[in-house]
C-alpha cells in the first residue's frame, strides 16, 4: 500500500463547514457538518442587533435555519467560542427552531461573576453556567454525529476562550485572525497576552494542514475581500504578531501597546449582557419591558 494511502486512512475526518457572514460585526458563523451523516453543528450564531433603536432582528439566524432545512441536517450542539464582545448570540432561537445542546467553555462562571458584578445583576442571575447545557474543559470530548471533537482551552482575550478542534478543522474564535490581520486583544477584564501568546501556541502545535476556521475578519489593509479560513502553516509562517521566531516577551510588548490604542467595541456593553446569559436578554422589569443597561464611567 502506499504511503498516500496510508496517510488517507490514517487522517481525521474532513467536516463539511459552511461558513455565514454578518458584515456589521465582522463575524463569521459555521455550520459543521459531519461527512458521513447529516449531524451538524453551529458555532458562533449572530442575532441582529440595531444599538441607536434598540431592535433586534433574525435574519442572519433565519440564513442559517433555512440552510440547515435544505439540507435536512440534524443540529447536534450550538456551541459558542466564548463570551462575544462584538455580538449577541442567537443561540436561543436556534435552539427553539432546531433544538442540539448549548455549550460554552467552562471559565464562564468567571466571566459571569465579572460582569454580572458589572451589570448589578440580581440574584436570579445564576453564575454558574447552568444556562448552558455543557461547559467544555481542555480535552474534553464531544461527537458530532459519527465525528469526534475534542476542546482546547485557548484563554487570553478571556478566560472562557475555548477552540473547538472537529476533525481536520479548528474553530479558535477571536483567538487569531488572518495572518495579514494578527491576534486577538487582551484588555478586556480577565484577558491577559502572555496567556494568549501560549493558547496560541497550543493552536499551532496541531499539524500544520489543520484548517483554522475564524470568528472574524476584518480585511487587512490591501486586502479586498473578506476570508473565514486559513491553515496551522499558514499562520505560522506569515502571522504579523506571532508567527515563529516571536518570542513570548516580543508579544507581549506588541499587544499591550497596541491594545492600549483600541477603542472598546461598539456592542460590547449589549453584548456581554446577553452573551453571559447564553443569548437570552434580561428578565422585564416590573412594567413588562426589557432592558440592557449601560454603566457609566465604569469601563
Known sequence: MSDLANHHIDSPMTPKVK????????TFSYVVQDPTSKACAIIDSVLDFDYASGRTDVHSADAIIAYVKAEKLQVEWILETHV???HLSAAPYLHEALGGKTGIGAMITLVQETFGKAFNAGTEFARDGSQFDRLFNEGDRF??????????HTPGHTPACLSYVIGDAVFVGDTLFMP??????????????????????????LPAETRIFLCHDYKAPGRKEYVHETSVAEQRK????VHEGISEAEFVRMRTERDATLA????????VQVNMRAGEMPPAEDNGQVYLKIPINLF
Not at 238 to 241: G, Y
Not at 264 to 271: A, G, R
Open 84 to 86: 462575544h464582545a462584538d
Open 238 to 241: 506569515n502571522n504579523i504578531h
Open 19 to 26: 461558513a455565514f457572514f454578518d458584515e456589521p460585526t465582522n
Open 143 to 152: 461527537a458530532i454525529g459519527n465525528m469526534e471533537g475534542y476542546i482546547l
Open 264 to 271: 472598546m467595541p461598539t456592542l460590547i456593553l449589549p453584548s
Open 180 to 205: 495579514d490581520y494578527g491576534t486577538a486583544r487582551c484588555d478586556f477584564p480577565g484577558g491577559d497576552a502572555k496567556t494568549l501568546y501560549r493558547s496560541i501556541q497550543k493552536v499551532l502545535s
